[in-house]
């Protein structure tokens, strides 16, 4: 009977610490086990000086280190690879278990004994009521997920998502997932028994919970094994069952999914990128990803790249920033781009405000150009008198949309003059091009990531370039950061999403403790909806640190001191965050300390970035993430606030949001680790 080898996620990790030499014997190892005219040569002792799974072995690869793996009959699963002691000291409290569900997963006893310290260390007295006390959950269903039974009698006790959180740590994801969904109400108990059921029916193995765990060695043969260690990242081949399913569905039209920060909307959208090169469209060269900036278009390539690589497969997909797409297009039909600066624009106002009483203040001027004129690229009269203006309080009676035309209109005119076109109007030309039949569509599909930060406009002009109509655009979204009201996709953009839209809860990447330190920054002043309430993380971590220093200097002494304390962290792991001019400064304390380091803004190349320290403004952050984020003298307030008057609300509203935005997405790129240094040196 043929071998059957799976590796685990531990075990994956771990080789990337080995020499190309140590590695080679490890791999060599694996591969002696699949043949059995080696099978001899393999010495695999039982671990009986260690408490750990009876069926739990070692394999001594060289003098100094040792495989553990678990035999069971002709199933080999390698578990961890480390120096001798390591090693074993790793097995020591271990054992792999099949639970009711019929998937697989190894238990750590030491943890399970450490949630039972935890809980007698920080029993939660009062008087709240437990948090499955009306979930229908019993102490039977608890030990059908694998607890024991002095665990389920504690777990139905604990009144804090906190705290049960902590304790239920060492359980399989899909378990703790469970639980957290009974908490906070977001399934009964028979949906969640269900939603496990489904897959008791598959091999043990190839239950989709199992492969979120565990990879058969066969199946890794088929990826490029060599790629994967070298820049290894677990997104490459296990994925939540929730995911695989977004990936491989076959779409009758465009498809939404919506999620926060840290759910794996990326990584979703590069798998499905990739997998629409394999399944629909090998020989396509017209299958785009669209990112927010420039410097992800890099990042992104970089990670694509990476991922077909492991694959074996070719990717032609082209990763651009939407503006630049709409950029090169328009010029490559001889079109005027003009130029666009915002600043200008604002000036122009400033002197036709001041030629005459316009009966309305400066402020709602600027809102009425931005969010009605330039945003329904209005240039008559008739079409302003015509025009409802949803969403806007006040609707204003023909007279006074009369009397203040004339602003509008001179404002359209000097912008003409002064060839000052922006973003928006170059979509409106392309869709202008695009209708009367001079630019055909030639998309066969399209992935757009933070599509939340993209105007109604820029939506439907790419609807419009895009030639299918099955799995054609694979929308992603945060709905909670939204820039522009949609108030319906297809009603605003033309895009039909209904019956094909989906949530993503868990988060990936953030741990609880950051998670709720940036919802509290962001949500302090708005009304979170029921979507925020099903957003969960499983990961714990520290708690974030806030430092206050009387100087640069000691601030800079610290984040050298972080540097140093996590010196087995990478250093492209690290971010630091803040404003061009101190990251100026701090680059110059970081040579002085032989530290690498790279401003990210000024990146040329993605392998810029390769262990070096990245330091980055805080309008540059979106879409990236890092084990340490270190957040330098942010500003409470948008700096460019300060000075306006009072007629400048509406500007004062948008520099606002925006900036509230950025500080959320800042703290939310940081994976296990948050710090927020301040000055308060003049």
């Given amino acids: 009977m043929k071998n059957q080898i799976y590796l685990g996620q531990d075990f994956l990790k771990k080789l990337n610490d080995f020499s190309k030499k140590d590695y080679k014997r490890i791999i060599e190892s694996i591969g002696k086990l699949t043949n059995s005219d080696y099978l001899y040569s393999l010495k695999l002792h039982s671990l009986d000086r260690t408490d750990c799974d009876s069926t739990f072995r070692s394999i001594r690869v060289s003098d100094d280190i040792r495989i553990i793996l678990s035999q069971n009959k002709n199933r080999y699963i390698f578990l961890y690879v480390d120096h001798h002691d390591k090693a074993y000291l790793w097995a020591e409290g271990k054992y792999i278990k099949e639970n009711d569900f019929n998937s697989l997963a190894v238990y750590d006893t030491q943890s399970i004994k450490k949630t039972i310290d935890y809980y007698d260390e920080a029993y939660e007295s009062g008087y709240e009521k437990p948090l499955f006390e009306n979930s229908g959950l019993k102490a039977k269903h608890l030990e059908n997920f694998g607890l024991s039974k002095e665990h389920s009698e504690l777990i139905l006790d604990i009144k804090s998502e906190d705290f049960l959180i902590k304790f239920i740590s060492y359980l399989p994801e899909e378990i703790q997932e469970a639980l957290i969904d009974l908490a906070i109400g977001n399934k009964r108990v028979d949906e969640v028994i269900n939603e496990l059921d489904k897959y008791k029916d598959f091999d043990l193995m190839d239950n989709p919970n199992s492969k979120r765990r565990f990879i058969e060695f066969e199946k890794l043969k088929s990826f490029n094994l060599d790629e994967l260690i070298e820049n290894f990242d677990l997104w490459k081949i296990f994925l939540h069952p929730n995911q695989e399913n977004l990936i491989k569905g076959n779409y009758l039209g465009p498809t939404l999914i919506e999620g926060g920060p840290g759910t794996g909307k990326t990584v979703i959208g590069m798998h499905r990128a990739i997998h629409l090169c394999e399944k629909y469209y090998p020989n396509s060269n017209n299958i785009y990803f669209i990112v927010f900036n420039r410097q992800l278009v890099k990042i ?33 039909h001889g079109l005027n781009l003009g130029y666009y600066n915002k600043n200008k624009i604002y000036k122009i106002i400033d002197n036709i405000y001041e030629e005459k009483d316009w009966e309305l203040s400066k402020s709602f001027l600027i809102k009425e150009f931005f969010e009605i004129i330039q945003y329904k690229n209005i240039t008559t009269i008739d079409e302003y008198l015509e025009i409802f203006r949803k969403g806007q309080v006040n609707q204003l009676h023909k007279k006074t949309r009369e009397k203040i035309w004339p602003f509008f209109e001179k404002l359209n005119k000097e912008l003409e003059e002064k060839n000052i076109i922006d973003f928006e109007k170059r979509a409106f030309i392309l869709e202008k091009l695009i209708d ?219 520099l606002y949001q925006k900036y509230e935005c950025l500080k959320y997405v800042a703290l939310t790129r940081a994976r296990d680790y948050l710090f927020i240094l301040n000055t308060e040196e003049e």
């Fill in 300 to 332: 992104v390539n970089k990670k694509l790249d990476e991922l077909q690589k492991v694959k074996k497969t070719n990717h032609n997909v082209k990763v651009i920033n939407i503006d630049k797409l709409y950029y090169n297009l328009l010029k490559k």
């Fill in 436 to 654: 009367e039949g001079k630019l055909e569509p030639f998309i066969d599909s399209v992935v757009i990531d933070e599509s939340q930060d993209l105007s109604e406009n820029k939506l439907r002009v790419l609807k419009k370039l895009v030639k299918t109509n099955r799995n054609n655009m694979f929308i992603l979204s945060d709905k909670n950061q939204r820039i522009y009201s949609l108030y319906s996709w297809k009603r605003n953009t033309n895009i039909h999403v209904v019956g094909r839209t989906y949530y993503l809860s868990l988060n990936y990447r953030t741990t609880r403790e950051i998670k709720q330190f940036a919802d509290m920054q962001f949500y302090k002043n708005t009304k979170k909806d029921s979507y925020e309430k099903e957003y969960k993380s499983i990961l714990t971590g520290p708690e974030p640190k806030i430092i206050d220093f009387n100087s640069h200097k000691t601030m800079y002494e610290y984040i050298i001191r972080i540097i140093e304390t996590y010196k087995s962290v990478k250093y492209n792991e690290i971010a630091i965050i803040s404003s061009y001019e101190n990251l100026n400064s701090l680059r110059g304390v970081l040579e002085y300390q032989a530290i690498a380091s790279v401003n990210y803004a000024d990146m040329n190349e993605v392998d810029d970035l390769n262990n070096k320290i990245n330091l980055l403004p805080i309008d540059l952050v979106k879409g990236l993430e890092y084990k340490i984020v270190i957040l330098m003298d942010i500003p409470f307030e948008n700096p460019e606030i300060e000075g306006l008057s009072i007629e400048d609300d509406y500007l004062y509203s948008q």
